[in-house]
T-cell receptor, first 114, second 113 residues
Framework: DVKVTQSSRYLVKRTGEKVFLECVQD?????MFWYRQDPGLGLRLIYF???????EKGDIPEGYSVSREKKERFSLILESASTNQTSMYLC?????????????FGPGTRLTVT | DAKTTQPPSMDCAEGRAANLPCNHS???????VYWYRQIHSQGPQYIIH???NNETNEMASLIITEDRKSSTLILPHATLRDTAVYYC??????????????FGSGTQLTVLP
């Protein structure tokens, strides 16, 4: 079974804090993704990585950065958290051979910025 | 990506088969049908995908009509844990650049005891 884990289920941070969200997958997948999910807006792709140290911007990268130093780990960084970054953050991974859209998601981190 | 249409909600008795329909009448020849579900407050879960042949895995079966304009996801013995929103997506296969997974409104399946 593919397993994608995220460092926290719930997180509360203050405006201006630097926030790290960690994601680890155990299936040797090449691709890893960070999304946020908000009511009425669906899933929105923040960043994507198709290999170690490689990254591509998704549709809403502003205010975020990512790091992929090891194949199994993909980190999302909020450089200076703001209240409009309160959201559910979802990490996913996929195998290049099985296709980008067969994605396996983690349980999500519900981040609240106060 | 082709547009999909799903009923907003369905009920199913526990232990019975749940048959979830999806219409995708504008699907093109190279587009795949993907199914995901999302249980409340959890991340989406990939279920199955197919092109033209019927597919089965440990979670579900996918039946695609011969003209490919509709499909049905079958959960053979629904349990209470299958209560979730089920999303049908039609996409061209890609092993390259990522694309945003866009879910429509899906079908809320409620499995009743």
């Amino acid at each position: 079974d593919v397993k994608v884990t995220q460092s926290s289920r719930y997180l509360v941070k203050r405006t201006g804090e630097k926030v790290f969200l960690e994601c680890v997958q155990d299936m040797d997948h090449e691709n890893m993704f960070w999304y946020r999910q908000d009511p009425g807006l669906g899933l929105r792709l923040i960043y994507f990585s198709y290999d170690v140290k490689m990254k591509e911007k998704g549709d809403i990268p502003e205010g975020y950065s990512v790091s992929r130093e090891k194949k199994e780990r993909f980190s999302l960084i909020l450089e200076s958290a703001s209240t409009n970054q309160t959201s559910m953050y979802l990490c996913a991974s996929s195998s290049r051979g099985r296709g980008t859209d067969e994605q396996y998601f983690g349980p999500g981190t519900r981040l609240t910025v106060t | 990506d082709a547009k999909t249409t799903q009923p907003p909600s369905m009920d199913c008795a526990e232990g019975r088969a749940a048959n979830l329909p999806c219409n995708h009448s504008t699907i093109s020849g190279n587009e795949y049908v993907y199914w995901y579900r999302q249980i409340h407050s959890q991340g989406p879960q990939y279920i199955i995908h197919g092109l033209k042949n019927n597919e089965t895995n440990e979670m579900a079966s996918l039946i695609i009509t011969e003209d490919r304009k509709s499909s049905t996801l079958i959960l053979p013995h629904a349990t209470l844990r299958d209560t979730a929103v089920y999303y049908c997506i039609v996409r061209f296969f890609s092993s390259g650049s990522a694309r945003q997974l866009t879910f429509g409104s899906g079908t809320q399946l409620t499995v009743l005891p």
